[in-house]
């Protein structure tokens, strides 16, 4: 259950930032901010589950994953990121995940609070650099933990850019 919960949050999080991207720039101020549309296939390579005592899952475990993403099934980013145990109500685990994903145009970060099992995962970017320096909006995570894990941001960029 554990590694499932990491492998769906680290795709999730991993796909934050790399695919085609579409929308077009405006400089006038009384438009809205132009979003651009990056869709990614998941491919997730590295996961561990440090497990604090007391064994089993408890307040401040820690699931940490690295992979790739992948676009017409061409790697064109990689992505990483941890989720931390934050809440328990019986089987119920709710964890906090923080990812990165690095593209060719910059980073891309990304946190939300999940819940086990819960699907799609909706994660608010927080920030990113290079083209995403002034990112904000929504990555949206579908099939987490398996072979058809893919992503969508919603990148929305200052009017100002």
Known sequence: MRKSFVVVVAGALLAGGALSAYGAETSTASRPAPTEILELAVENDQYAAPDLPPAGASLGDLYVYSGWLLKDGR???QGGGSCQIVHLDGTKITTQCVLTARLEQGSLTAQSLWVTGESPLDMAITGGTGAYRDAQGTVRVWDIATPDE???AEII???TR
């Open 75 to 77: 790697r064109v980013g």
């Open 150 to 152: 893919r992503m969508r």
């Open 157 to 159: 960029h200052s009017a």
